[in-house]
């Protein structure tokens, strides 16, 4: 693995709320997540955040407070698809438009970059964008490995975490990983 340069967090089961979309306001973080997320900041990652919030387009809430909320607990920068399912937009998971404008707005390889999410929409976004992809267990996650793993069997989870700090972790051993193979060489 090169120099992990982003990683890509999904919002609802993944840092906090549940299965459930809950809009900003009745969204909690995850006791961990406030804390998950300062340590890849304090390792240089990249941050952002990317989710589907059809909500949006039938005027429940304004992409705005989305944006303010995932700002304020930390993300760098905040990719939202407002369509419904039905839309056929290219930015909606599990297409991987929202990663491919992250990636051209930020210069990023996204080979070098890691999606997190609890979903198999996540997943499969991540793998035709060609990142590395970290499913969790909390959410809908426990549903995307047995209810829906038919949506993404022909992939594989790069790792199964049982939350999203367990997810961090992870990150952070490729992390410390890469560090370690460039000073040996």
């Known amino acids: 693995m090169h120099k992990i340069e982003a990683v890509f967090i999904d919002r609802d089961g993944t840092i ?17 997540t406030e804390n998950s997320l300062e340590q890849l900041k304090a390792l240089g990652i990249r941050l952002f955040g990317f989710t589907n919030q ?21 993300f760098d920068d905040v990719y939202i698809c407002p369509h419904q399912h039905t839309d056929g937009c290219d930015c909606r998971k599990p297409n991987p438009g929202m990663l491919l404008k992250a990636a051209k707005k930020n210069q990023l390889n996204l080979s070098h970059c890691i999606v997190i ?6 997943l499969l976004a991540g793998h035709h964008a060609g990142c590395k992809k970290v499913l969790v267990l909390t959410g809908a996650g426990n549903e995307a490995l047995s209810k829906y793993r038919y949506k993404w069997s022909d992939i594989e989870a790069d790792f199964i975490a049982k939350d999203f700090e367990d997810a961090v972790n992870y990150v952070i051993s490729l992390h410390g990983k890469e560090t370690e193979d460039r000073a040996i060489r």
Request: aromatic residues 16%; glycine residues 16%; charged residues 30%.
């Open 16 to 32: 906090g709320g549940s299965d459930e979309v809950l809009y900003p306001g009745e969204f909690e973080l995850f006791p961990y």
């Open 54 to 74: 059809p909500g949006i387009s039938r005027g429940e809430v304004t992409k705005e407070v989305f944006v303010k909320e995932m700002i304020d607990f930390g």
């Open 117 to 122: 999410g609890d979903r198999w929409s996540d």
